[in-house]
């Protein structure tokens, strides 16, 4: 006769009709079946063991859920799903472009342009030359003419220090001959109580 560990025996019922009536405490039931004491059959001890053990590996799963929630669960899946979607869909979109650029490239300019005649190649090439530098002249100026404003805004603030350093410089001065003053007085002071 094989018992479940969880089935009610008549020694359980015993023992709940003597803590009821004040018999014996839970205390004393629970201190006695945590010896191990020989009364208990091996059964018993098996199934505590078991049920111990699968309480303690529930609480490690339980904890393991609370770390792991943000990336197991549906919710927060479904959303990151969603969003490497739109992601794999514009990657998709740009591979498409760059097989169109590239299949524009790799077709040969020749005979797509004004045709040049020979003797006027190299004056070509010298406007090509030409047309580079004034660019880069015209971007630089372009630059200093954005940065002009700036430029007033700093000179503004570079004045106002140094109006404020030439301010502190005078009321150093001043300090500076009320020190020396004070110790001319307080040396001829000394002098005199000495004397």
């Known amino acids: 006769m094989d018992l479940c560990p969880f089935s009610v025996t008549p020694a359980a019922s015993l023992l709940a009709r003597c803590v009821s009536r004040g018999a014996v405490s839970q205390e004393q039931i629970d201190s006695a079946s945590s010896r191990w004491s020989s009364a208990f059959s091996s059964h018993l001890q098996e199934a505590e063991q078991r049920i111990r053990a699968q309480r303690q590996l529930d609480e490690v799963r339980l904890q393991v859920e609370k770390q792991s929630a943000d990336v197991t669960h549906r919710f927060y899946l479904t959303g990151r799903l969603q969003v490497?979607?739109?992601l794999c869909d514009h990657l998709q979109d740009i591979l498409k472009e760059q097989n169109s650029l590239r299949q524009r490239l790799m077709r040969p300019l020749g005979?797509?342009?004004l045709p040049?005649?020979?003797h006027?190649?190299?004056c070509v090439v010298d406007i090509v030359k030409m047309l580079l530098d004034f660019i880069e002249t015209l971007e630089e100026k372009l630059s200093s003419i954005r940065n002009c404003p700036a430029t007033r805004d700093q000179l503004t603030q570079l004045s106002s220090s140094l109006s404020r350093l030439l301010a502190q410089v005078a009321e150093v001065e001043s300090l500076s001959s009320q020190v020396l003053q004070w110790k001319e007085v307080c040396s001829s002071l000394l002098s005199d109580s000495s004397a």
């Open 116 to 118: 040049v005649q020979a």
């Open 111 to 113: 005979r797509t342009n």
């Open 120 to 122: 006027l190649q190299r």
């Open 84 to 86: 490497l979607q739109v």
